[in-house]
């Protein structure tokens, strides 16, 4: 072993501990190690910051932004009330995501399956009560065991029939991975529906200071404008819509108060007076099409739109906008500002949201062009409240997104577009065709998670660049021509599932399929089914979250830390052991 592996392995192995350990953040752990594995010499100072020019961290970042415009349209949210409005067991909900998403990447790459379905994730925890990260980690094996089935599921797969074609004249076929990888995927969905209470509920790491504000007592006003799906429906079709979190306290119809009975029946141009939190709110305004009643748009042009936006803010004391109401002030025609919500501590208001006379301390939730909001905000004492995403009010494009992200993977599964082009891509267009507001792409994007693939990549690369990976593949042939059948094939498996975090998982297949390929002819074996285990082994990585880009897609939304992984993750794989050997040497006998 020369200087130069003992200190990459030194440097990996130090990290590794770091990240065990969790005394740290990742992102700092990575970067720490990448300055030492500068400082010892086995990065050159030229090539230190390459991983930031990476098509992971474009495909990781990218794939972010996406899933956010899908989250925001709304689409996720109507689909599932519409196809799935009575399924609240949290198995029920993680059968349908692990499967979904399985299926999903037998046939497109795998991360875009899980960009998805990340949105429905969401949707569920809430609906459940649970942390989204009792479905996040499960989803991600999901993808990763789902794009074992067929040969363009996963970049392994593409590879390692490459490499057949140059060792023995012929390529597996698409289908040539179907028999294994369908048995590992049905097998490891199983395992995942009853394992998943492995995973520790987390927080998410992206919480910040606007998260900790819990306002669920916000009351709004809208109207069952003609077109509104809930004309004709009971009202307590209309509440299913909030999950639980906004109620009707009171309806207006024709000038009459109606008390709000669960079995009245919604007609056109009712007045409906809504108590919740904004993102219930929301989500009964946008599903059931009806419109705020404060909602008058601030300005007129398409392009000037897209700068209005709804914030928080509490009514100081000696503010002029005590004792007024909102029509008495003639809040929008005098001011181009809009009065949304207002909530008021220990007492539940039951009057229209225009006539209610705001009182110092008052939490109200207000519209405006951005640029004109701050003014209106020092000129009436209203003091902002730490800012954060305010749906209420805005306007939705439903079918954007998802045309957009079914044309990236379309691009990708044709052969059109790289994934890395074809994701950076599909988050421009959320962009430009205003899916998700500018104001907004950076909080989409965990910079985090971001920075920490970027550091790890060049010190990960140690092991190709310092030979390290070769020795390990020495030690491996000297240890396998020891073995029976079975085993050889085993340890084939076990070392591309080691190697693949620290290599990009096409890079381990480069590495292991010559091992493996010398591996058969030594023991006068057929080379398939070792090629097949090292294709399984590299795209099977869920001991960490940095080995798949699917791993590090769902750490940051779902709170993880570096250990959380192989809690599901090592007994996820042991299965898969498990299950694939037998059953490669019944599908791709040895003699």
Known sequence: MTVEQSLS???IGTMMVFFIWDRFRYDVVACSALMLAVAVGI??????????????????????????GVARSGIVD???????????????????????????????????????????????????????SIFLM????????????????TSPNVVVSRMRQELTGESFSMFDFTPVGASLALVGAIFLLFAYRLVPERKSQQVSVQHAIEITDYTSEAVAAPGSPAIGKSLSNLVKLGDGGAVVIAIFRRGTHLAPLPDVVIEAD???????GPAALDRIVSQAKLKISGDRSPTSTETARTEVEAIEAVIASGSPLVGMSAERLALFHNHNINLLAVSRQGERLKQRLGSIRLRAGDIVVLQGRRAELPAFLQDFSCLPLAQRDILLGTTRRAPVPLIVLATAMGATAVGILPVQVAFFAAALAMVVLRVIPLREVYRAVDGPILVMLAALIPVSDTLRTTGGSDLIAGWLSGIAVNLPPAGALALILVAAMAVTPFLNNAATVLVMAPIAASFASALDYRPDAFLMAVAIGAGSDFLTPIGHQCNTLVMGPGGYRFGDYPRLGLPLSIVIILVAVPMLMWVWPLR
Do not use: C, W
């Open 138 to 153: 499960p989803m991600a094996f999901g993808a990763l065991i789902g794009g074992l089935m067929t040969q363009v599921g």
């Open 78 to 132: 109507a689909a599932i009330q519409r196809f799935l409005p009575d399924l609240n067991s949290v198995r029920a909900q993680l059968a349908l995501l692990v499967v979904t998403v399985t299926v999903l990447s037998s046939f497109i790459k795998n991360i875009g399956a899980l960009a998805i379905m990340m949105p429905v994730a969401f949707q569920f925890a809430r609906r459940s009560n649970v942390q989204p």
């Open 9 to 11: 392995f030194l440097v």
């Open 270 to 276: 009712d007045i409906l007076l809504l108590e919740g």
């Open 43 to 68: 990065v050159p100072y030229d090539h230190a910051f390459d991983g930031f020019s990476d098509d992971i961290v474009i495909i990781v970042g990218s794939a972010l932004i996406v899933s956010a």
